[in-house]
C-alpha cells in the first residue's frame, strides 16, 4: 500500500491514484441516494480525498505546469475544507467530484507515472 507520507513525485502520483481507485470503488454501483445514505461510504470517500488533498501539495510545480487544466489550487485546498469544516462538507460535493473531477485527474496521474517510470 503506498504511504500517505510521500516525499518523492513517484510517491505523491501512487498515493493519488491509489486513493482515486478507492474512492470510485467504494462507490461503484451506488447512486447519490445510496451513497448519501451511507456514513461509512461518505466517512470513506472523504477520507480518500483529504489524501488526494495532501498528496498533490506534494507534487513539483514544473509537473503541475504541464498539466495547467487541473486546478491544483483547488485540490490541494479541497483538503483543509475537509478537514476543518467537515459540517459544511455536503455529500451532493462529494458526489460531484467522485463523478467528474478524478477521471482527469487520474488520466495525469497516470501520465506522469509513466513519464517518471521511463526515466
Do not use: G, M, N, W
Given at each position: 500500500m503506498p504511504s500517505t507520507r510521500s516525499k518523492q513525485p513517484i510517491d505523491a502520483l501512487a498515493d493519488i491514484l491509489h486513493n482515486i481507485q478507492l474512492a470510485t470503488d467504494f462507490i461503484e454501483g451506488m447512486s447519490y441516494e445510496a451513497?448519501?445514505?451511507?456514513?461509512?461510504?461518505?466517512?470513506?470517500?472523504?477520507?480518500?480525498?483529504?489524501?488526494?488533498?495532501?498528496?498533490?501539495?506534494?507534487?513539483?510545480?514544473?509537473?503541475?505546469?504541464?498539466?495547467a487544466d487541473i486546478s491544483w489550487t483547488d485540490i490541494a485546498g479541497a483538503g483543509s475544507v475537509y478537514r476543518h469544516s467537515y459540517e459544511d462538507v455536503l455529500e451532493r460535493i462529494l458526489w460531484e467530484t467522485l463523478q467528474h473531477g478524478l477521471g482527469p485527474l487520474k488520466a495525469v496521474v497516470e501520465e506522469e507515472l509513466r513519464r517518471l517510470e521511463a526515466g
Open positions: 451513497f448519501r445514505a451511507d456514513v461509512r461510504t461518505v466517512y470513506a470517500v472523504t477520507r480518500c480525498l483529504e489524501i488526494i488533498s495532501e498528496a498533490s501539495r506534494r507534487l513539483p510545480k514544473q509537473l503541475k505546469a504541464r498539466h
